[in-house]
């Protein structure tokens, strides 16, 4: 197969073992990684599937075979039997590692300029075998795209990552690719006698800025409340938030006056401000509106003003239920005030990236994109615990299933960054490849506009699994 060029290579509809062949279109239902997506999912569909053809083909037999009399055909054969689960996991396993150098080399080429660091400990528990109880972290890096740079396992929250930082710093240096600017963590963002934590770590990097993640600072504020079922703790978790940010007067103006536009046309009448507030949703806050910190002096000053408000006969429901307790909340404010210099935007660099334009009651709006926090990670994580389909695998298809993930969804990030989505949804970048080349000499110019091919694989080993600070060697670590 390896003689054959990608031509007459894809022509071959199956991958082959040793009893039996798995159809090239089975294997794409399994590289999808969502929930409720197994292969034990995929093993009921396909014996449905096997049977009702089965079926089918017996009634077509006895039907012929009714209209001779007497009948002399023999009984019809029995349904073979499927390979069962394993086997279609030992298939998949044995696909990814036939792509395993175009799927590092898809990985490895991701770069960015805003870093974000966060952990998980979900996936981790999924772990099976040898491996299981080895791991208890997922710490993961991504850009300012959403897309993931590197993803390891570790025994304790930050401990052990030192060769993550040095391969992670090692991938830009061999590429040529300029440093990144910022990096967002939800810990170790300062130290009172030295360097931070994440400082040292990325220590080649002299010009990084380190910043803690403002949804973790406002939730650590959250431990300070008798109960967040309370009725005021909505309030103040706004009202924290505003404390911290600031809108752009411009992007305020011009949404404003975007739905004055859209009111006037439907010829309501006199238009209040109240009435255009009320029409402005949070996902247009989000998509038009740029914020950014108030500064330190006044970041300090409005949350001191605030929690002191809550802190009184304010802070109390009908009940005289507090909503802070005193003493928490003083001690919270007292530990996190150090970090109010933490969460402040870097000075003269852009947060936001232009995405399009947006035309609403006649008034050209912009459309961004934030690159600021860790939030994109934490909605990661949620996809990082579906792509090990059930409830546990063993070391070497954890990888496989993390390896194949991974490439699938920083493509789709990549795919959301350029130009919005696209209508060819394929990510086997070998065949795409050919498909340009041919293209460009066929032709003269590119199939699909939007491609882009990965970059070299940098040799860097990519999934890591740190067990008490050893590197555990599976069959498919690089």
Known sequence: MRQLDMGHRSQFPALLTYRYSCDNRVLRMMRERTLGNSVTQLYKKLMEQHSEAWTQRVLQYLTRSSLVQPPVFAEPPLLPALPKPKWLLAVYARDVLGRLHEVKAKITSVFGCVLKMDSTKKVTKKLAGAASGTAAWCTNVGNEHGQVLVSVLTAAEGHGLDPMAAGLMKRYREAGEEAPKVMYVDRDCCSQHSQSRVKTMFSEWDELVVRLDIWHFMRRFAAGVTTEAHPLYGIFMARLSMCIFQWDPEDVAALRRAKEGELAAKKTGHISGRAVS???????????????????????????????????????????????????????????????????????????????????????????????????????????????????????????YLLEGLMRW???????????????????????????????????????????????????????????????NCLFSL
């Open 410 to 472: 920083n493509d789709d990030r990549m795919e959301d960054a350029i130009k919005g989505a696209s209508s060819i949804r394929s990510f086997g970048s070998a065949m795409r490849e050919a498909v340009d080349q041919l293209s460009r000499t066929v032709f003269g110019k590119p199939w699909d506009e939007r491609y882009r091919p990965p970059g070299a694989y940098t040799g860097k080993k990519f999934i890591h699994l740190f067990f008490c600070n050893i590197l555990l």
């Open 278 to 400: 009320a029409r402005i949703t949070r996902r247009e806050l989000a998509l038009h509106y740029r914020r950014r910190t108030r500064g330190l002096e006044e970041t300090t000053k409005t949350i001191g003003s605030l929690i002191d408000q809550f802190d009184s006969a304010d802070g109390k429901d009908t009940l005289g239920v507090p909503l802070l307790d005193h003493e928490r909340i003083q001690q919270i404010w007292k530990e996190q005030r150090k970090h109010v210099q933490c969460i402040q935007d870097p000075e003269n660099f852009p947060l936001y990236m232009k995405t399009g334009t947006l035309k609403k009651g006649g008034v050209e709006l912009c459309c961004y994109r934030c690159a600021r926090g860790s939030t994109s990670l934490e909605s990661f994580h949620l996809h990082l615990n579906r792509f090990i389909p059930g409830t546990s695998a063993s070391d070497a298809h954890f990888q496989a």
